[in-house]
């Protein structure tokens, strides 16, 4: 999908049918004639396109005669299942020519939504493209930080229902969260060199106000990723202590069924004694069967007694 936008200088954003000066250009899974298309038009090399529609490649800034390329990876809702979602991160190209801004992505994102439904005027020009590009990347940050936060309050409602439940569903959501935390960290990390390059080299022609603005894009990847690490941690050690919870509750229910079982086991030998076709102690007094009750009765008391000193009850 090839879409087309151009903002005034009010900041109004609306959709253009045709390339013109100053316009940001949007590919969502681009066909083949519609990567040809741009790439003839304005000049640029497929695989500087093609490159961003790979969902494995790296985060990276390159500079080519007549334009910039910035691979960065953003953060997707993967499965939106019943339990919760599950996060992944995907890369996104913004190719910034001399007439141009085009993003490239797999997906649609919510970022883009918001510059489009939102339109914050005085916030995002597409003749800017320097600008709109730093101003996407904090968009992206912020995004991180959002859907962290989210991870933290899932990862706080499966805690208390394992205190409940102890069931292996729980121990899997923890681990989905857990896999989405080290993609965040990773991706994460990886844009976070590419940023740092975009402030070191002059690949990008920038204004006071613009590198201002990539600091703060900066100092926002780098919170997102303390909180990744710490929130791993926590959620590392969470799941190696319900394990052991969960280990141990296991043997407590054990020993439990271990002491009942010879609790109940005395009377059943007592019984088994006293059938047996030998002579027997006061087998012809008419209270044998009660002395066997009796017995039976005695040994399985004194049993329960000690296993319930001992703590096994």
Known sequence: ?????????????????HIENGCWINLVAPTEDEIRYIAHHLDIPIDSIKDALD??????????????????DIPIVAHDEVDGPIYETIPIGMIIT???????????????????QKQKSKNFYTFMKTRFALQMLYMISTYYLRYLKQ?????SEIEKEL?????????????????????FMTSLKANNIVM???MRLNYLRMYEDDQDLLQDVIIENKQAIEMAEVYSSILSGMMDAFASVISNNLNIVMKFLTAITIVISLPTMVASFYGMNVPIPYQHSPYAFLIAMALAGSLSAATAY???KKRYF
């Open 1 to 17: 999908m090839m879409k087309m936008y151009l903002s005034d200088a009010s900041g109004k954003m609306r959709e253009i049918d």
């Open 55 to 72: 969902d494995e490649e790296r985060s990276r800034v390159e500079k080519e005669d007549n334009h910039v390329l910035i691979i960065v």
């Open 98 to 116: 001399n007439t141009c801004f085009i993003t490239v992505c797999l997906q649609e994102n919510s970022d883009f939504r918001r510059i489009l």
């Open 151 to 155: 991870i933290n309050r899932r990862t």
């Open 163 to 183: 205190h409940q439940s102890m069931k292996n569903k729980e121990l899997f959501s923890l681990l989905s969260m857990e896999k989405s935390l080290v993609y």
């Open 196 to 198: 740092e390059r975009l």
């Open 306 to 308: 000690i296993f319930w």
